[in-house]
């Protein structure tokens, strides 16, 4: 058995930024077991996998996401990949709709200079105190201004500079250790330093207990970030730089209960993946 592969650089100006996914379209699921064991072989931060969606009315696509370790519910730059794929095989077609099984439907529209993805705005709005935030900060080997979390296993450690950020060097068996087993993703942002990122707002992830130390562009990180910021900054616009090694812009709105991401993407290889 042969499946097409891709490899795209979403969130990425060039070639060898942003955060690269494999996309893999079939005509109908493999047993989960194999999708984990693809992406486990692809050693991508995440492979996607696309279906022909059932019902058209719905969506276009059926979509699922796999780190090397596990199934996550929401991944916004293999969203970007998928739909980068799909839209540039397509010249005609303005936007392709992804359904999702705990994310809801995605879209990825068509724009004069990249795309724009409509995901669910995951607002963190509970306080973390006490020997929890102590934990935190140990875990990132510095103290945030304040720190907030959501029931799915988001954190936000909001810190008072962008050099703060970027000086972090997490201890990642700490973070794993802080909550085993819920799939944690810890994101460290603070506002932009008007350096060559040239952004309103910086940040970093880090999901160790998903097999990524540190990811490298984080859709799924902004719509956690995003109504924060949007609220502090005092408007719905602002555009943020993901500060990893590679690093990633992403534009940001906060428009009701979605966050819209605008972002570009590169296709870096093509191939099939044997199946044998």
């Not at 060559?196 to 999901?207: E, N, P």
Request: glycine residues 8%; proline residues 6%; aromatic residues 8%.
């Amino acid at each position: 058995m042969r499946i097409a592969f891709t490899q795209i650089d979403a969130f990425a100006d060039a070639a060898f930024t942003g955060n690269p996914a494999a996309v893999m379209p079939l005509t109908a699921w493999l047993p989960d077991k194999v999708l984990q064991a693809i992406a486990q072989e692809n050693n991508l931060a995440e492979t996607a996998f696309i279906v022909p969606c059932p019902d058209p009315e719905t969506a276009d696509f059926d979509l699922r996401w796999f780190t090397p370790a596990l199934e996550v519910a929401l991944c916004g730059h293999a969203t970007l990949a998928s739909g980068h794929l799909i839209l540039a095989s397509a010249p005609d077609l303005p936007a392709v709709r992804f359904s999702t099984r705990k994310a809801g439907v995605l879209t990825v529209v068509r724009g004069p200079d990249g795309y724009l993805m409509s995901l669910p705005a995951w607002a963190a709005d509970e306080a973390v105190t006490g020997a929890k935030a102590t934990a935190i900060a140990t875990a990132l080997g510095a103290e945030p201004r304040e720190i907030w979390s959501r029931s799915n296993g988001y954190v936000v450690a909001v810190f008072a500079s962008a050099a703060e950020v970027r000086a972090l060097r997490p201890d990642y068996r700490a973070i794993v250790a802080l909550d085993p087993g819920s799939d944690m993703l810890m994101i460290a942002t603070a506002p932009g330093d008007g350096d060559a990122s040239s952004a309103d707002v910086i940040s970093r992830a880090f999901a160790p207990e998903a097999g990524i130390d540190e990811d490298s562009v984080t859709g799924s990180a902004h719509c956690v970030i995003a109504p924060y910021w949007s609220k502090r900054l005092g408007r719905a616009n602002f555009s943020a730089y993901q500060a990893s090694a590679r690093g990633g812009h992403v534009g940001c709105a906060v428009i009701g209960d979605r966050v819209m991401l605008t972002g570009r993407a590169r296709t870096v290889i093509e191939g099939q993946f044997i199946l044998a």
